[in-house]
T-cell receptor
């Protein structure tokens, strides 16, 4: 079964540092998403991406966040200057089209900001 | 007001029991509905979509009531492996994002 792959599985970073979380979506998928889940809380939408541009973003996705699809296979989330409250599990997801009923999540990157 | 509300549980049931979860949503423009399952510190995995006519997948039955704005999940003959958190998820018309409930935790005991 095709998978969405995320790396690294766990990242520890100092507050104020930049981090890049990487995702390889399923190869024929066109829509890409980042979600996050703070420990003990619900999964929250960050951003959706299609045709090399952001389709929609949440209030969480402020100027410190950016996404990129640099080479046609990777999909990255960059946090420019991490804060303690950015500590969370970050999930990447992809779907073949917008009306797809339920998309596939990667196994996540656990980001710990210290 | 929360988009999606779920009873957090936990629901502690013996193996073989039938258990039901409900979820209510606030936005009547919600278009599509799903149940996801999430194991501890893992990614959400799609369990089933939910249709107005109701749908069944083995031991799992999902129902949607648009008039009352709630969806339900029924699990029959619970297995130990059903222990997980069950997430109610919905999408609006544009499918650009999903709204997740906080989840209902199920513990199936031997």
């Amino acid at each position: 079964e095709p998978e969405v792959t995320q790396t690294p599985s766990h990242q520890v970073t100092q507050m104020g540092q930049e981090v890049i979380l990487r995702c390889v979506p399923i190869s024929n998928h066109l829509y890409f998403y980042w979600y996050r889940q703070i420990l003990g809380q619900k999964v929250e939408f960050l951003v959706s991406f299609y045709n090399n541009e952001i389709s929609e973003k949440s209030e969480i996705f402020d100027d410190q966040f950016s996404v990129e699809r640099p080479d046609g296979s990777n999909f990255t989330l960059k946090i420019r200057s991490t804060k303690l409250e950015d500590s969370a599990m970050y999930f990447c997801a992809s779907s073949p089209d917008r009306d797809y009923y339920g998309y596939t999540f990667g196994s996540g990157t656990r980001l710990t900001v210290v | 007001r929360k988009e999606v509300e779920q009873d957090p549980g936990p629901f502690n049931v013996p193996e073989g029991a039938t258990v039901a979860f409900n979820c209510t949503y606030s936005n009547s423009a919600s278009q599509s509905f799903f149940w996801y399952r999430q194991d501890c510190r893992k990614e959400p995995k799609l369990l089933m979509s939910v249709y107005s006519s109701g749908n069944e997948d083995g031991r799992f039955t999902a129902q949607l009531n648009r008039a009352s704005q709630y969806i339900s999940l029924l699990i029959r003959d619970s297995k130990l492996s059903d222990s997980a958190t069950y997430l109610c998820v919905l999408a609006l018309y544009n499918f650009n994002k999903f709204y997740f409930g906080s989840g209902t935790k199920l513990n199936v005991k031997p």
